[in-house]
């Protein structure tokens, strides 16, 4: 079965940082897109980061851009999110997510995982 499987989360304090990552079995995801998305309490799921396929090209939300970088190793079929500079309002369900697009709109997702929580004190 697929599956993909997300560790590094935790708590941290604000201007801290953390680096996710999401390691992949059951298959192989080499050959999707993979993605970051977050869940706060109360609020609905929302795009963080994707990167191709290859690894060339990535996207972020205008909330993360400039703290967080994503990349990915796909010998290792893993992909990371450094996230520097954490602020409280990044506290969330982060997710990582594979897809056959490249796509900012979790409905393009088809795989999930199971969610690691970040939490950032001030």
């Known amino acids: 079965q697929a599956q993909l499987v997300e560790s590094g989360g935790g708590l941290v304090q604000a201007g801290g940082s953390l680096r996710l990552s999401c390691a992949a079995s059951?298959?192989?995801?080499?050959?999707?897109?993979l993605g970051w998305f977050r869940q706060a309490p109360g609020k609905e799921r929302e795009f963080v980061a994707t990167?191709?396929?290859?690894?060339?090209?990535?996207r972020y939300a205008d909330s993360v851009k400039g703290r967080f970088t994503i990349s990915r190793d796909s010998a290792n079929d893993t992909v990371f999110l450094q996230m520097n500079s954490l602020k409280p309002e990044d506290t969330a369900v982060y997710y990582c997510?594979?897809?056959?697009?490249?796509?900012?709109?979790?409905?393009?997702?088809?795989?999930w995982g199971q969610g690691t929580q970040v939490t950032v004190s001030s």
């Open positions: 997510a594979a897809s056959t697009q490249w796509a900012v709109a979790g409905s393009q997702y088809h795989y």
């Open positions: 059951g298959r192989t995801f080499r050959s999707y897109a």
């Open positions: 990167i191709t396929w290859s690894g060339g090209g990535t």
